[in-house]
């Protein structure tokens, strides 16, 4: 078996863990975060944008960039509430009621999934960089309140990155495996999982390596995203009474507001007042219009009241459900950027009297537990043990349309449960099995997963033909239901998986394609770094000609000077033909050239009797400072065979700080 990654996708950010030598650690991505922004968006000129350079490009081109994709992940279009749907581009239902994304500059619709893949593709190209290997098959965490419909598409998202789902894992479960996956002792542990888009809360005993989820609840459409949109109603209400200008009904004004609020918010979990400035926001009749104004935590907390009474009921809901009281709870472990808000962490105080653990960090708990499990299943990590329950109750709709529940939920998974059911009518010829999943005592109130039919019942009065039905559900919360006419011992059964927005034709058209274009994707990419790797030898190699000319003369090292001069002309000329196939070796000779002026000068700087010494003795003083070993040490060419790999870092450092100048 190949390596296993944890994978966490969040709403807001995701991360990918792994296990090396038996220890679970965060993989950084190319651009050297630990944290990839969950965003997607195509350029201008229709190029796939992952990652921090989409976010990039957030305010600039809202219609063609996405956040936020996972809640609406595996969710039909009349689920959504109106906090869901306001987003920057385009989000509208198909005629099965799928949610699709509209991206005007390459004219389609996108799945939520499909968009989804493309960060696990990211993730699990920059790890197979850093591993040197590839990998083929990941944990993938969900909110532990994800339904079956959640998990499908999400395991879909997988398989459309080209990778197989070992298991997908509750995230308050993984968070509680990175906390007590090396402790002994036995402990009572909530973990209270607030991030950018959903709420989690789960109850768990830990004890000598075997973890016991006890109950689980949670919100899967509350978030940061919530607390962020609290502030941008707060500020777009206020300029409507100001200038009758509605911020909201502009992409670019309303994502600039949701940046400005995230902004604000993050930092008044720190200050007590923050300013906000939103300088040409709108154009009013007398001119440009700014936002300026300042905002205190009491407001906040104000403005996010309802928000914080939605957090108490899950966890009442949990602890009612394991039977414990908050008394018996030894520990308490914060995941999710949301859980930093003071508002928050005093809700839990009030809930659970202690100091939550430290030991964590809740933007990265996720994928460290996801790590522990992937290291659990491919035999590297011994002697845990980990006992999930489903979170919502599993049943079937019967006469009345009541729900008649099969599986409760916080059952242990997997788990195996039938009943028997009977006509309604006599001579009934079939019956049709409709399933759902939720806590509400008439069907249609819960999510339908699907119906089929089981026919050719042989005719019979009312209530005497016999229809067992089972429900199993796996270790990944996802269900396959089976129904058998005991009298014919006709059997049907289906995997559920009307949830996900695709079906399986278009998932395994879209892995054809996606498996096209990577192939695309990889050769293009390797084609810009090849010529920006030349572009940037070329600069390098004219600057330190310059500077040797300008120190020590045109004929210092007149033979590897000119060595360089003639290889330095070969690469400008590849270059300018576009001809690549010549180009790699065009960029080892000046590389080499490169290396011997450098050995060249170094020996020099070294040997008494070298014409260069006689250049530096005739500049006098200066010169003798700058051939000072300090001097040489500081050159960058010197010995230094990783300079081009140092240099490019230099750059990507700039360019980041730029980037937070930018959007800070
Ligand atoms: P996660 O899904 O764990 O990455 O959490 C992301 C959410 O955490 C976003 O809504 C962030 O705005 C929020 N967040 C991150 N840091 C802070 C902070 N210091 N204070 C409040 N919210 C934060």
Redesign the pocket.
Same mark, same amino acid.
Request: proline share 3%; hydrophobic share 20%; aromatic share 2%.
């Given at each position: 078996m190949g390596r296993i990654v944890g994978i966490?996708l969040?709403?807001?950010?995701s991360?990918i863990g792994v296990l090396e030598a038996g220890r679970p650690f965060v993989i950084a991505n190319a651009e050297g975060s630990r944290?990839t922004p969950?965003v997607i968006g195509y350029s201008k000129d229709s190029e796939l944008l992952v990652g921090q350079q989409a976010r990039r490009q957030l305010v600039l081109n809202p219609k063609n960039t996405f956040s936020n994709l996972k809640r609406f992940i595996g969710r039909t279009w009349n689920e959504l509430n109106e906090n869901s749907l306001n987003v920057a581009y385009t989000v509208r239902a198909n005629e099965q009621e799928c949610v699709r994304v509209t991206c005007p500059i390459t004219e389609r619709e996108y799945a939520p999934e499909e968009l989804t893949g493309s960060i696990i593709r990211k993730l699990i190209d920059d790890a197979e960089k850093y591993l040197e290997e590839s990998i083929d098959s990941a944990v993938v965490t969900v909110p532990a309140y994800f339904n079956d419909s959640q998990r499908q598409a999400t395991r879909d998202a997988a398989l459309l990155a080209g990778i197989k789902v070992e298991r997908i894992l509750n995230e308050p479960t993984a968070a509680a495996l990175a906390y007590g996956f090396d402790k002994s002792s036995s402990s009572r542990v909530l973990v209270f999982?607030? #991030? /950018?888009? $959903?709420f989690d809360i789960s109850l768990l005993r830990i004890s000598n390596g075997v973890f016991d989820v006890k109950a689980t609840s949670g919100d899967t459409q509350l978030?940061?995203?919530d607390?962020?949109q609290k502030i941008v109603e707060w500020l777009a209400d206020d300029f409507y009474k100001q200038y009758e200008i509605d911020l909201r009904r502009d992409r670019q004004s309303l994502q600039r507001l949701s940046e400005a609020a995230?902004k604000a918010?993050?930092?008044?979990?720190?200050l007590n007042i923050t300013p906000i400035s939103l300088p040409f926001i709108a154009t009013g009749s007398n001119g440009p219009l700014h936002i300026e104004t300042k905002l205190d935590r009491k407001k906040f907390e104000f403005l996010c009241r309802d928000l914080i009474d939605r957090l108490s009921k899950p966890v009442e809901i949990a602890l009612s459900d394991s039977g414990w009281t908050a008394e018996d709870i030894n520990d308490v472990v914060l995941? #999710? /950027?949301? $859980?930093?808000?003071p508002m928050?962490q005093q809700l839990i105080r009030t809930i659970v009297p202690i100091t939550p653990s430290q030991t964590v960090n809740?933007?990265e708990v996720?994928a460290v537990g996801a790590a522990v499990q992937a290291g659990i299943i491919s035999g590297e990590l011994r002697d845990l043990l980990l006992n999930d329950v489903t979170p919502l109750s599993l049943g079937l709709e019967t006469v009345g349309g009541l729900m008649k529940v099969l599986i409760p939920r916080n059952t242990p998974i997997p788990v195996r449960q039938a009943d028997v059911f009977s006509t309604s009518e006599a001579n009934q010829s079939s019956v049709e099995i409709n399933v759902w999943q939720g806590e509400r005592q008439l069907a249609n109130d819960n999510k339908s997963l699907g119906k089929f039919r089981l026919s050719g019942i042989p005719p019979a009065p009312r209530g005497v033909p016999q229809v067992q039905v089972a429900f199993d559900i796996d270790a990944n919360g996802l269900l396959q239901v089976s129904a058998t006419d005991r009298t014919t011992g006709r059997k049907q059964s289906v995997s559920i998986n009307g949830g996900s927005n695709l079906n399986e034709n278009e998932v395994s058209k879209l892995i054809n394609e996606a498996r096209e274009k990577a192939d695309l994707d990889r050769k293009k990419r390797a084609s810009i770094d090849q010529r920006n790797n030349a572009l940037t030898l070329v600069a390098q190699a004219e600057r330190r000609l310059r500077d040797i000319s300008l120190e020590f003369g045109p004929y210092a090292a007149e033979r590897q000077q000119r060595s360089v001069e003639v290889a330095l002309r070969d690469v400008q000329e590849f270059l300018d033909n576009n001809d690549l196939a010549e180009l790699d070796l065009a960029v080892s000779s000046l590389q080499e050239a490169l290396f011997g002026l450098n050995r060249r000068i170094s020996a020099g700087r070294r040997s008494e009797s070298n014409p260069i010494q006689g250049i530096k003795n005739t500049f006098g003083s200066l010169k003798d400072e700058l051939f000072s070993d300090d001097y040489w040490d500081d050159d960058p060419w010197d010995y230094n065979p990783n300079q081009e790999r140092r240099d490019r870092d230099y750059q990507s450092r700039d360019l980041d700080r730029w980037d937070n100048d930018f959007y800070n």
């Open positions: 966490d969040g709403t807001t950010n991360v944290t969950s999982d607030l #991030g /950018g888009g $959903t978030g940061g995203n607390f962020d995230e918010k993050q930092e008044l979990s720190g995941v #999710g /950027g949301s $859980t930093r808000m928050v809740p933007d996720v």
